[in-house]
């Protein structure tokens, strides 16, 4: 199942706090879409996906959005 974050206006680490609070809702297989506005989550995100076991799928950037779809790994 797609989900999707609304993380505009919010700034590093908040994108990453609200990744982390949405992904433990959900389950093994499920993508999340996390759209932001800060720059800074082209990294942070990805390492905290690293470090948590989820796997980037896709990161967009189309005027100053960024779009950073996350497959949820094991998830309890």
Do not use: F, Y
């Not at 999707?4 to 206006?9: C, F």
């Not at 999340?32 to 470090?51: A, F, N, Q, Y």
Request: proline share 7%; net charge neutral.
């Amino acid at each position: 199942m797609k989900h999707q974050l609304n993380a505009r206006r919010l700034l590093c680490p908040l994108p990453v706090i609200r990744t982390q609070d949405k992904i433990a809702t959900l389950k093994t297989g499920d993508l999340l879409e996390v759209i932001c506005t800060d720059p800074g989550v082209k990294s942070d995100i990805p390492v905290w996906c690293r470090m948590n076991g989820h796997q980037i799928q896709n990161i967009q950037e189309q005027d100053g959005e960024i779009s950073i779809t996350i497959s949820v790994q094991n998830s309890p």
